[in-house]
């Protein structure tokens, strides 16, 4: 069974960075494309990020663009999430996904039926 568990969440000031994990079991990561994907209180679930399954193929959403940076490591079965430069707008439930199927272009929509993680939260509050 395939699970993936996020940490690294916190609460950080406007400008501050944080790291988000996600580690990954029962699967071959190989044969996986990862996401990030946020939730805010009362909006949909939106398209953070992307990685193929050669870790090359990589798709950032407009709004984080030149501030996140994703990553994964095939040897540790992990994935990342750099945030940088962070503002209130990216205060959210930051969500890990997998995906057998999809590439990480096709990632930037849905529909989603591959595995998720639980969250973790991240605030950006002054």
């Known amino acids: 069974q395939v699970q993936l568990v996020e940490s690294g969440g916190g609460v950080v000031q406007p400008g501050a960075s944080l790291v988000l994990s996600c580690a990954a079991s029962g699967w071959d990561s190989k044969s996986y494309a990862m996401a990030w994907f946020r939730q805010s209180p009362g909006k949909e679930r939106e398209f953070v990020a992307s990685?193929?399954?050669?870790?090359?193929?990589?798709f950032y959403a407009t709004p984080v663009k030149g501030r996140f940076t994703i990553s994964r490591d095939f040897a540790k079965n992990t994935g990342t999430l750099q945030l940088s430069n962070l503002e209130t707008d990216d205060t959210a439930t930051y969500y890990c996904?997998?995906?057998?199927?999809?590439?990480?272009?096709?990632?930037?929509?849905?529909?989603?039926?591959?595995?998720w993680g639980q969250g973790t939260q991240v605030t950006v509050s002054s």
């Open positions: 990685v193929g399954r050669g870790g090359y193929e990589i």
């Open positions: 996904y997998g995906d057998p199927v999809k590439t990480a272009m096709a990632l930037q929509r849905g529909p989603y039926l591959g595995t």
